[in-house]
Nanobody, 118 residues
Framework: QVQLVESGGGLVQPGGSLRLSCAAS????????MRWYRQAPGKERELVAG????????NYADSVKGRFTISRDNAKNTVYLQMNSLKPEDTAVYYC???????????WGQGTQVTVSS
């Protein structure tokens, strides 16, 4: 079955960096776009970044443009989120996501906590 397993979260000071990873299995990874979402306490889940199947195109939320970079390694079935210049407002649970079909069926990882605090 489809599995998405995030890792790399933790506690970091403002201005610091983290690299999140999402290991995928149970589907043909290289065929599908991948996305990172986040959800802060009391807020709705929001799209942070997306990347196309071959990695040729990416998109970002305005709040993270210039600070976060999404990438993927199709040989390793893994998608990454490099987060630099972290701010307290980046604190959230970060989720890996993919989906396909009509209607689209979405798949989610269990999430990894990122806390930005001094």
């Amino acid at each position: 079955q489809v599995q998405l397993v995030e890792s790399g979260g933790g506690l970091v000071q403002p201005g610091g960096s983290l690299r999140l990873s999402c290991a995928a299995s149970g589907f043909i990874f290289r065929r599908y776009a991948m996305r990172w979402y986040r959800q802060a306490p009391g807020k709705e889940r929001e799209l942070v970044a997306g990347i196309t199947s071959a990695g040729g195109s990416t998109n970002y939320a305005d709040s993270v443009k210039g600070r976060f970079t999404i990438s993927r390694d199709n040989a390793k079935n893994t998608v990454y989120l490099q987060m630099n210049s972290l701010k307290p407002e980046d604190t959230a649970v970060y989720y890996c996501n993919t989906g396909w079909g009509v209607p689209v069926r979405e798949y989610w990882g269990q999430g990894t906590q990122v806390t930005v605090s001094s």
